[in-house]
T-cell receptor, first 113, second 116 residues
Framework: GENVEQHPSTLSVQEGDSAVIKCTYS??????FPWYKQELGKGPQLIID?????GEKKDQRIAVTLNKTAKHFSLHITETQPEDSAVYFC????????????FGKGTRLHILP | EAGVVQSPRYKIIEKKQPVAFWCNPI?????LYWYLQNLGQGPELLIR????????DSQLPKDRFSAERLKGVDSTLKIQPAELGDSAVYLC??????????????FGPGTRLTVL
């Protein structure tokens, strides 16, 4: 089955600096990689996703890069702001179980004033 | 547009008692998911419905957990009897399955269960 490893588990960055969160996956056939943001007391919310036919996708201050050969993908947040403080989860699918998404353990991001 | 609604938001029960959670997905979403989220962990799928059919319940502990989605809209998840280790957040999510690609899952706020 799919194994998704995420690191770091905790990340603190100064406001305005960039944050990078990395994930690795085990199933080389995986082709969809979403990132979710979870704020305290709320459910996860999709912030960006990438499919395996592209290597990078950007949406304003958020970008995701994918390296299929190395089986890893990363979330990049630039010009961080206080509202970016949250827990971020990467995920990847079990290819023999459509739509069964396996989540990483999460990264708690702290934006320092 | 209303999001995924879950109730109750919080529940405290004693072990061996039964408990039920309710979820109303986004209107028009045909796929519904129940996830378990332990503290400091990512969500883990318990069961997935496509309309009223449970298509993946391999991770549901069937000796004590049950779920239903009778009319293919709202759903309930039940635990009977609850154990101390069941303390967690139970998340419901829904999506509109277009048949041939992964679709965004929209999560509710969850129900935080504490078993004493």
């Amino acid at each position: 089955g799919e194994n998704v490893e995420q690191h770091p588990s905790t990340l603190s960055v100064q406001e305005g600096d960039s944050a990078v969160i990395k994930c690795t996956y085990s199933d080389s056939a995986s082709n969809y990689f979403p990132w979710y943001k979870q704020e305290l007391g709320k459910g996860p919310q999709l912030i960006i996703d990438i499919r395996s036919n592209v290597g990078e996708k950007k949406d304003q201050r958020i970008a995701v890069t994918l390296n299929k050969t190395a089986k890893h993908f990363s979330l990049h947040i630039t010009e961080t702001q206080p509202e970016d403080s949250a827990v971020y989860f990467c995920a990847a699918p079990l290819m023999n179980r459509d739509d069964k998404i396996i989540f990483g353990k999460g990264t708690r991001l702290h934006i320092l004033p | 547009e209303a999001g995924v609604v879950q109730s109750p938001r919080y529940k405290i029960i004693e072990k061996k008692q039964p408990v039920a959670f309710w979820c109303n997905p986004i209107s028009g979403h045909n796929t519904l998911y129940w996830y378990l989220q332990n503290l400091g962990q990512g969500p883990e799928l318990l069961i997935r419905y496509e309309n009223e059919e449970a298509v993946d319940d391999s991770q549901l502990p069937k000796d004590r957990f049950s779920a239903e989605r009778l009319k293919g809209v709202d759903s309930t998840l039940k635990i009977q009897p609850a154990e101390l280790g069941d303390s967690a957040v139970y998340l419901c999510a829904s999506s509109f399955d277009q048949g041939n690609s992964y679709n965004e899952q929209f999560f509710g706020p969850g129900t935080r269960l504490t078993v004493l």
